[in-house]
T-cell receptor, first 113, second 116 residues
Framework: KAGVTQTPRYLIKTRGQQVTLSCSPI?????VSWYQQTPGQGLQFLFE???????NKGNFPGRFSGRQFSNSRSEMNVSTLELGDSALYLC????????????FGSGTRLTVV | DQQVKQNSPSLSVQEGRISILNCDYT??????FLWYKKYPAEGPTFLIS?????DKNEDGRFTVFLNKSAKHLSLHIVPSQPGDSAVYFC???????????????FGKGTLLTVNP
């Protein structure tokens, strides 16, 4: 059974640019969540999508956005990149069974220069 | 305001002994707690979870204990193995409608090193 796939694995962008990250969840999982991991802040929740609808949103500025497609694949976009956006961005998919936990992808390492 | 705290950034134990990882939380609305393990350059891997209506859940070498009155949970690994060396994250969810996987709040992690 294929896991959660994130592309690309590594990305270098310049301040002011925008970036789009992609996530393919485990087959059959309809919930997709995104997290940002930085050394100082740990793992922070960005947003969660279920059946193409954003169901939860974390405390990030509007420059961070996402969407989910009918096949449950998800993308997140960051516009007007800042140096502080450099982080590991993790996507996770989940079934709806309580306590089942997320399955995370390996992440996209974004570096903003 | 950190709602989930892992106060020990690191822990070192000998192979075969018990590892105890601790986590404290402040939000009494949390109804599910989960532990994840993370190796470098990989995403976190789900280990074990516990509902707030329970005080213990066991899965093989891993046991999670929940003390609701103290708002404290712990992960016990017995016996510890060198392959357990990783960063362990505690996470909590306030569930929303019908699920435990929504909007997890993570602690900052504890690096466990198991020495052969």
């Amino acid at each position: 059974k294929a896991g959660v796939t994130q592309t690309p694995r590594y990305l270098i962008k310049t301040r002011g640019q925008q970036v789009t990250l992609s996530c393919s969840p485990i087959s059959g999982h309809r919930s997709v969540s995104w997290y940002q991991q930085t050394p100082g802040q740990g793992l922070q929740f960005l947003f969660e999508y279920f059946s193409e609808t954003q169901r939860n949103k974390g405390n990030f500025p509007g420059r961070f956005s996402g969407r989910q497609f009918s096949n449950s694949r998800s993308e997140m976009n960051v516009s007007t990149l800042e140096l502080g956006d450099s982080a590991l961005y993790l996507c996770a998919s989940s079934s709806t069974r309580q306590g089942s936990g997320y399955t995370f992808g390996s992440g996209t390492r974004l570096t903003v220069v | 305001d950190q709602q989930v705290k892992q106060n020990s950034p690191s822990l070192s134990v000998q192979e075969g002994r018990i590892s105890i990882l601790n986590c404290d939380y402040t939000n009494s609305m949390f109804d599910y707690f989960l532990w994840y393990k993370k190796y470098p350059a990989e995403g976190p891997t789900f280990l074990i979870s516990i509902s707030s209506i329970k005080d213990k859940n066991e899965d093989g070498r891993f046991t999670v204990f929940l003390n609701k009155s103290a708002k404290h949970l712990s992960l016990h690994i017995v016996p510890s193995q060198p392959g357990d060396s990783a960063v362990y994250f505690c996470a909590a969810s306030d569930g929303g409608s019908g699920g435990s996987n929504y909007k997890l709040t993570f602690g900052k992690g504890t690096l466990l090193t198991v020495n052969p």
